[in-house]
């Protein structure tokens, strides 16, 4: 719903945007919670459709269309670049939502480029850190990459109240990731299920929390780091964005 609003996260989201359009990227590179699959996939269409891979929500927010053109080009790329890992270059595909309810506020117009690649529900948390080490070298082709998750989130412990506090175990396990982030600890970050005590109520499965390696794995010594939004929202839903330049 969070497209279809302004909130002080939409607008954080929209602030960064009209930050990074002051040098705009070649492109987009997103790794989202929502395509978590057998294998690796990057979507490899000139002209990906939007997905809306969701039920039970009102009519307009299936009428949202995040025209973006793909990029054949980036996906072959990406594939040699993970090399000799098995890369399917998936011609289908398009862009799901935990892409294009992001962007609609970061690139409202859609006239970036943008690919998603996947990820193996079937890989430990290491091998999704070391393959954004191999996609770092798109950050010098001007290539933007972004995860698409919540470092908080369980959704059988909702609370729908729109303004219902944080749970105690959320914050915590938050806190603990901007923490590690800050301090540059990224062995902890990979080791999440050390990270407290009830990480597991955090993140009982890896599927959100994954986009964070990828993007961590990216990262590069001397880089500036800030954060974009943070909060907990309906008791366990982490809001957290961040970014490294």
């Keep these: 719903m969070n497209t279809l609003k302004h909130n002080r996260h939409t607008d954080a989201w929209a602030?960064?945007?009209?930050?990074?359009?002051?040098?705009?990227?070649?492109?987009?590179?997103?790794?989202?919670?929502?395509?978590?699959?057998?294998?690796?996939?990057?979507?490899?269409t000139a002209a990906p459709h939007t997905i809306h891979d969701f039920g039970g929500f009102p009519q307009t927010l299936y009428e949202v269309e995040y025209a973006a053109p793909?990029?054949?080009?980036?996906?072959?790329?990406?594939?040699e670049l993970l090399s000799p890992?098995?890369?399917?270059?998936?011609?289908?595909?398009?862009?799901?939502?935990?892409?294009?309810?992001?962007?609609?506020?970061?690139?409202?117009?859609?006239?970036?480029?943008?690919?998603?690649?996947s990820i193996d529900g079937t890989k430990p948390p290491l091998f999704h850190f070391q393959l954004g080490r191999k996609l770092a070298a798109l950050r010098d082709e001007g290539v933007l990459i972004m995860g698409s998750g919540n470092t908080v989130h369980n959704l059988r412990t909702v609370n729908w109240y729109d303004?219902?506090?944080?749970?105690?175990?959320?914050?915590?396990?938050?806190?603990?990731?901007?923490?590690c982030l800050v301090n540059g600890?990224?062995?902890?970050?990979?080791?999440?299920?050390?990270?407290?005590?009830?990480?597991?109520?955090?993140?009982?499965?890896?599927?959100?929390?994954?986009?964070?390696?990828?993007?961590?794995?990216a990262s590069q010594p001397g880089d500036d780091l800030r954060f974009i939004t943070e909060g907990i929202e309906l008791g366990s839903i982490s809001m957290l964005a961040f970014a490294f330049s």
């Design 15 to 44: 602030s960064f945007g009209r930050q990074t359009l002051q040098h705009p990227p070649s492109a987009v590179l997103c790794i989202s919670a929502h395509w978590y699959i057998y294998g690796t996939a990057v979507t490899a």
């Design 70 to 79: 793909g990029s054949p080009e980036l996906a072959q790329r990406i594939a």
């Design 85 to 117: 890992l098995a890369v399917t270059l998936d011609r289908n595909r398009g862009l799901d939502h935990g892409v294009w309810s992001v962007l609609a506020h970061v690139f409202p117009r859609a006239e970036i480029p943008v690919v998603q690649l």
């Design 163 to 179: 303004d219902a506090p944080p749970y105690d175990w959320a914050l915590r396990f938050d806190e603990r990731v901007r923490e």
């Design 185 to 217: 600890d990224h062995t902890s970050l990979i080791d999440y299920e050390r990270l407290d005590p009830r990480a597991l109520l955090a993140v009982p499965t890896p599927d959100h929390y994954s986009p964070l390696l990828y993007v961590l794995g």
